[in-house]
């Protein structure tokens, strides 16, 4: 079985600038998460998707960050303009129904 | 509110001493508890997680976990640590119904000595 691929493994930006991640979840996997994971912090959710709708966004800073889920199938996360703050390690995971969480290997996004 | 607390930040071990690392969480409803392991550059992979049944729970790589409900604890340990262990591990909760998110703690990065 294929894991959650995601892209690009690393991004480094100035601030102001606009980024997308990738997302590609295993197949068949209806639920998409995004986590943020910042140096020497757990990861934090930052929104969910149920097959192409949003489940919870509450922690998601809505005025740089967005996200979609076209198809229920890929998904991007997208910064803009992005912050110092906003450098982390941002994870993909997917989940079929039930608790079988598998997570991707990550981007890590610089910020300078 | 749903919270997970790793009391110990960084712990270092020599290799062949058993390992505890201690988890605490808050929820109201019964728990879905889980280990993961994150090395260098690399993603979350399952250690183990509890869901229900024998509170003690075996996993992968020789590592186990205890579930006590009395004390909100799901502490993971392993009897002989190799230096491959060392590595970042994080416990978390499962919140389960429509939401079914993982709530994390801030993590134990474990050192392992020769």
């Known amino acids: 079985e294929a894991g959650v691929a995601q892209s690009p493994r690393y991004k480094i930006i100035e601030k102001r600038q606009s980024v997308a991640f990738w997302c590609n979840p295993i197949s068949g996997h209806a639920t998409l998460y995004w986590y943020q994971q910042i140096l020497g912090q757990g990861p934090k959710l930052l929104i969910q998707?149920?097959?192409?709708?949003?489940?919870?966004d509450s922690q998601l800073p809505k005025d740089r960050f967005s996200a979609e889920r076209l198809k229920g199938v890929d998904s991007t996360l997208k910064i803009q303009p992005a912050k110092l703050e906003d450098s982390a390690v941002y994870l993909c995971?997917?989940?079929?129904?039930?608790?079988?969480?598998?997570f991707g290997s990550g981007t890590r996004l610089t910020v300078v | 509110a749903q919270s997970v607390t790793q009391p110990d930040i960084h712990i270092t071990v020599s290799e062949g001493a058993s390992l505890e690392l201690r988890c605490n969480y808050s929820y109201g409803a019964t728990p879905y508890l889980f280990w993961y392991v994150q090395s260098p550059g690399q993603g979350l992979q399952l250690l183990l997680k509890?869901?229900?049944?024998?509170?003690l729970v075996q996993g992968i790589k020789g590592f186990e976990a205890e579930f006590k409900r009395s004390q909100s604890s799901f502490n993971l340990r392993k009897p002989s640590v190799h230096w491959s262990d060392a590595a970042e591990y994080f416990c978390?909760?499962?919140?389960?119904?429509?939401?079914?998110?993982?709530?994390f703690g801030t993590g134990t990065l474990l050192a392992v000595q020769p």
């Open positions: 995971a997917s989940s079929p129904q039930g608790h079988g969480y598998t």
């Open positions: 978390a909760v499962g919140t389960g119904g429509a939401t079914n998110k993982l709530i």
């Open positions: 998707f149920q097959n192409n709708g949003v489940v919870d």
């Open positions: 509890y869901f229900s049944g024998d509170t």
